[in-house]
Every structure is written in structure tokens, then in C-alpha cells.
């Protein structure tokens, strides 16, 4: 009766060890869910600020182009605009220089 009695306190003991530890392990398994959490959303703002910031690049890049192009539209005007006054001028030239010409011809 005696052994049994013992086997039943053992079985008790192991029994009461087993569910501390149990408790324990849950009590770790829940640090670990948080620390996860923690990790995870962490990572999902980084990924967040990562896309900001590709959205951005390519915000900027877009702008680069546009402004390139109103740039060289300008420049291209301003040429345009510099073959205009420089046709004009030569034109003025020759008809002052016919001019000159057909009065000297006048005088002889």
C-alpha cells in the first residue's frame, strides 16, 4: 500500500511538473507571438517606406523628363525664333545692298 501511495505522489508531482511547464511554454510561445508581431509590423512600415519612397523616385524622375522636355521645347523655340531674326536681318542686308548697288548704278 505504501508503494502505492508513492506512485501516486510521483504521478502527482510529474503530473503538477508537466503543467508548469506547459504554462511556461505558453507563457514563451506568447513572447515569441509578440516579439513576431512586433517584427512583422516593423517590417510592413519598412515595406511601407520603401514603396514611399520608389513612388517617389519615380515621381522625380517623371519630373526630370517633363522638365527636360519643357527645356529643350524652349531651347528649341528660341533656335527657331534666332533663324527667324537671323533671315530677316541677312534679308534686310541684301535689299540695303541691292539698294547701294542700284543707286551706284543710278550715278554712273
Known amino acids: ?28 510561445l506568447n513572447e515569441v507571438n509578440e516579439e513576431k ?9 519598412l515595406q511601407n517606406e520603401i514603396d514611399n519612397m520608389k513612388l517617389a523616385m519615380t515621381l522625380n524622375v517623371d ?6 522636355k519643357q527645356q ?8 527657331s525664333s534666332l533663324k527667324q531674326d537671323l533671315e530677316i536681318t541677312t534679308t534686310k542686308q541684301q535689299k540695303q545692298q541691292e539698294e547701294i ?6 550715278q554712273e
Open 72 to 79: 529643350i521645347e524652349l531651347l528649341e523655340r528660341e533656335i
Open 37 to 45: 508581431n512586433i517584427f512583422e509590423k516593423k517590417n510592413k512600415e
Open 101 to 106: 548697288l542700284k543707286q551706284e548704278q543710278e
Open 1 to 28: 500500500a505504501v508503494d502505492f501511495e508513492k506512485f501516486e505522489n510521483e504521478k502527482e508531482e510529474m503530473k503538477m511538473n508537466l503543467e508548469k511547464e506547459k504554462h511556461e511554454m505558453i507563457s514563451k
Open 63 to 68: 519630373q526630370i523628363q517633363i522638365q527636360s
